[in-house]
């Protein structure tokens, strides 16, 4: 199966890098996102992160003005339709993604292949409501989509082969590293880093150490290049709290129960950098810990 044309759903922090990677690749890419406003702030980044990769000598004015050239944006989902492949990184909403492919799936030819790039949600349902569950899979990018080289690649219980392979070769091609996964709750990144995120929680909450001699011993005792609280306010707080409850759910283990601090902070608002507050205080010049 020859992947040529590339349709993302979701024009967000990762669909705009899904669409800056694919298109850097080759693909003729169509962005879809119900917000104008969305599809208008992802082709301003895109074009202002590739000016950084010119800057950087990464690629050429050459090679980012093609790629600018083949991303085309829409807010019709319909037009997704010649697309070979379609990355749906819409939000992270279950009722929203079946919504996503019900109308998708139509407009489709029956060879598309359908992939999702959600954290948590199970490829294996998700697939199984649509009308293709065999060419069906999960294409989990790391954030920023740009810089990391993973991908996870999941297979729900009907993926075949064939759409597999398909979706291993565009990895391949964007210079990207997959890593294959069994579509259990959070795959394999999220299943290994949330619950030492939430030990780290855990460690601050009994007193064991503040953020700074956790972070700090995180990053210099164990060669991380961020302490684990650090990454927690970079991921979000809440997005953290939702993947162990995913886990929690999923596996029915207590070993995966979520840290009581880890939902205060969420429930006080305080979600990382995004809300300028976390573990560590972003409003001033430098962060502040604030525990
Ligand atoms: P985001 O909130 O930045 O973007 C989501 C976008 O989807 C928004 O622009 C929204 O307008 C759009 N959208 C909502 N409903 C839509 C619809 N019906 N049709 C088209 N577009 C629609 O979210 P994000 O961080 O980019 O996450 C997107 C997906 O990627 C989620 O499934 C998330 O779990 C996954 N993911 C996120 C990260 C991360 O670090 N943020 C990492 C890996 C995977």
Request: proline residues 5%; glycine residues 8%.
């Amino acid at each position: 199966m020859d992947i040529r044309s590339i349709g993302i759903v979701g024009a967000g922090q990762m669909g705009n890098g899904i669409a800056h990677v694919t298109a850097l690749a080759g693909y003729d890419v169509t962005l879809t996102d119900v917000s104008a406003d969305a599809l208008e702030a992802a082709t301003a980044l895109i074009a202002k992160n590739m000016d950084r990769q010119v800057t950087r000598e990464k690629i050429t004015t050459g090679d980012r003005d093609a790629a600018l050239a083949r991303i085309r944006t829409t807010q019709d989902l319909a037009e997704l339709g010649p697309s070979n492949l379609i990355i749906e990184a819409a939000t992270e909403r279950e009722d929203i993604k079946d919504a996503i492919f019900a109308e998708l799936g139509p407009a489709l030819s029956p060879d598309t292949i359908l992939t999702s790039n959600t954290s948590s949600i199970s490829i294996t349902r998700l697939a199984s409501r649509t009308d293709r569950p065999e060419r069906f899979m999960g294409f989990h990018f790391m954030n920023p989509v740009p810089v990391m080289q993973l991908v996870e690649l999941i297979r729900g219980i009907a993926t075949d082969e064939a759409t597999y392979k398909a979706c291993y070769a565009v990895v391949e091609k964007l210079g990207k590293t997959a890593a294959t996964a069994e579509d259990f709750p959070a795959f394999i990144v999220n299943r290994i880093l949330m619950p030492m995120i939430n030990e780290a929680v855990y460690t601050l909450y009994e007193g064991v150490g503040t953020v700074t001699s956790i972070d700090t011993s995180m990053k210099l005792g164990a060669n991380h290049p961020m302490g684990p609280l650090e990454l927690a306010d970079f991921i979000g707080l809440d997005t953290c709290l939702a993947i162990m409850n995913v886990l929690h759910d999923g596996l029915a283990d207590t070993k995966y129960r979520p840290c009581p601090l880890l939902v205060k902070y969420v429930e006080a608002g305080w979600l990382g950098r995004k809300t300028q507050r976390g573990f560590y205080d972003y409003r001033g010049e430098a962060p502040v810990p604030t525990r």
